[in-house]
């Protein structure tokens, strides 16, 4: 890679058809996984965001949270690396993962050990589900969810309970940026449905670029035949958001397609999930993550013939924003910094 497509890449962005998977060194690289097993009822997630602080420092925030039995692990784990030419994290000997593998290790009760199999790629080489914003430097976040599907083969420790997840669906996703996330966000992501090849993923939020700053939602469907539907573009396929913390409603009516997505999860359910701020070395209450919420999906082609209609019971929906999440954390009755990890001391 030249050193002027460095700097470029470093800035956060991607030329077209270029690899947006390694890391492009910005302050905060995010890598996300979850696995989904209707015949259980059960879902798990796994995170880890590589951070760099101002001067240098690198550090990860790591987590494992599942549903329904609520167990939730997050912790800040120094010495974090990821690979400028492949999809490889590691942070020591906590957490390690490249595209076929995942394995995390925060305690006796909160182990991941899995291998992806039959993988369903991101099947659109010029760009990824962000579109023309991957090609704008400097962005607050950028969006790329990588993996649509496969089947896992390994296990989990959740808790008291070893879950075998061999089959389960499979979904990963990166997202990146200058300092950690916008100051308000939303997100959600299915499997479960009938239609076991199919997967719905969201993403929306405030993206800032010097003066710039608008307000974009992507949605993505891989519909169960293989075809990926995605919309979101801001001047072709713009979508409409209402979202609380315990509702999400998007609709786009875009030039080929129309697409409409709901979510319902219910507050008291939810986990409070960390996100870094990596200019402080630190994370905080950040989002309110529901992993056993209700999703329904339609997709229409622009003459209104119904293309798929969908529903999982074992969606994951996300409302983030730290004030938000900080007053959710105080409303269960704990302190203001009960998911604050300072990395070091």
Same mark, same amino acid.
């Given at each position: 890679?030249?050193?002027?497509? /460095?700097?470029?890449?470093?800035? %956060?962005?991607?030329?077209?058809?270029?690899?947006?998977?390694? &890391?492009? %060194?910005? #302050?905060?690289?995010?890598?996300?996984?979850?696995?989904?097993?209707?015949?259980?009822?059960?879902?798990?997630?796994?995170?880890?965001?590589?951070?760099? /602080?101002?001067?240098?420092?690198?550090?990860?925030?790591?987590?494992?949270?599942?549903?329904?039995?609520?167990?939730?692990?997050?912790?800040? !784990?120094?010495?974090?690396?990821?690979?400028?030419?492949?999809?490889?994290?590691?942070?020591?000997?906590?957490?390690?993962?490249? $595209?076929?593998?995942?394995?995390?290790?925060?305690?006796?009760?909160?182990?991941?050990?899995?291998?992806?199999?039959?993988? =369903? /790629?991101?099947?659109?080489?010029?760009?990824? @589900?962000?579109?023309?914003?991957?090609?704008?430097?400097?962005?607050?976040?950028?969006?790329?969810?990588?993996?649509?599907?496969? !089947?896992? /083969?390994?296990?989990?420790?959740?808790?008291?309970?070893?879950?075998?997840?061999? *089959?389960?669906?499979?979904?990963?996703?990166?997202?990146?940026?200058?300092?950690?996330?916008?100051?308000?966000?939303?997100?959600? !992501?299915?499997?479960?449905?009938?239609?076991?090849? @199919?997967?719905?993923?969201?993403?929306?939020?405030?993206?800032? &670029?010097?003066?710039?700053?608008?307000?974009?939602?992507?949605?993505?469907?891989?519909?169960? *035949?293989?075809?990926?539907?995605? =919309?979101?573009?801001?001047?072709?396929?713009?979508?409409?958001?209402?979202?609380?913390?315990?509702?999400?409603?998007?609709?786009?009516?875009?030039?080929?397609?129309?697409?409409? $997505?709901?979510?319902?999860?219910?507050?008291?359910? #939810?986990?409070?999930?960390?996100?870094?701020?990596?200019?402080?070395?630190?994370?905080?209450?950040?989002?309110?993550?529901?992993? *056993?919420?209700?999703?329904?999906?339609?997709?229409?082609?622009?003459?209104?013939?119904?293309?798929?209609?969908?529903?999982?019971?074992? &969606?994951?929906?996300?409302?983030?924003?730290?004030?938000?999440?900080?007053?959710?954390?105080?409303?269960?009755?704990? %302190?203001?910094?009960?998911?604050? &990890?300072?990395?070091?001391?």
């Amino acid at each position: 890679m030249s050193r002027l497509s /460095s700097r470029y890449r470093a800035t %956060g962005a991607d030329r077209p058809f270029g690899n947006l998977l390694p &890391a492009h %060194g910005v #302050a905060m690289e995010g890598y996300f996984w979850r696995f989904t097993q209707p015949d259980q009822g059960r879902t798990l997630i796994a995170l880890c965001g590589v951070n760099t /602080s101002p001067n240098g420092e690198r550090w990860a925030t790591l987590g494992l949270a599942a549903h329904p039995n609520r167990v939730l692990h997050t912790c800040a !784990q120094p010495g974090a690396l990821d690979n400028p030419h492949a999809l490889e994290i590691s942070a020591n000997s906590v957490f390690r993962a490249d $595209v076929d593998e995942v394995h995390l290790d925060l305690g006796p009760d909160a182990r991941l050990d899995i291998r992806v199999n039959n993988p =369903v /790629s991101w099947p659109r080489r010029y760009y990824g @589900a962000s579109g023309l914003f991957h090609f704008v430097p400097a962005l607050n976040q950028y969006w790329h969810p990588w993996l649509l599907g496969g !089947q896992a /083969s390994g296990t989990a420790t959740v808790g008291d309970e070893t879950w075998d997840l061999d *089959g389960a669906q499979v979904y990963a996703e990166k997202n990146w940026g200058r300092e950690g996330f916008p100051e308000s966000w939303w997100w959600g !992501q299915a499997q479960g449905f009938a239609e076991p090849g @199919a997967c719905v993923a969201f993403a929306g939020g405030i993206v800032r &670029a010097g003066l710039l700053k608008t307000e974009v939602t992507v949605i993505v469907v891989l519909l169960p *035949g293989g075809r990926l539907v995605r =919309v979101g573009d801001p001047l072709i396929s713009p979508v409409r958001a209402r979202v609380t913390d315990e509702s999400w409603s998007l609709h786009c009516a875009g030039r080929r397609y129309s697409v409409r $997505v709901e979510g319902f999860g219910r507050l008291g359910d #939810a986990h409070v999930l960390p996100v870094p701020i990596p200019s402080q070395r630190r994370n905080v209450p950040g989002a309110i993550e529901h992993l *056993g919420a209700r999703m329904t999906v339609e997709v229409r082609r622009r003459g209104g013939e119904v293309i798929w209609t969908g529903e999982s019971a074992l &969606a994951a929906l996300e409302h983030g924003g730290i004030a938000r999440a900080r007053a959710e954390v105080l409303r269960r009755g704990g %302190g203001p910094d009960d998911t604050d &990890a300072p990395p070091l001391p």
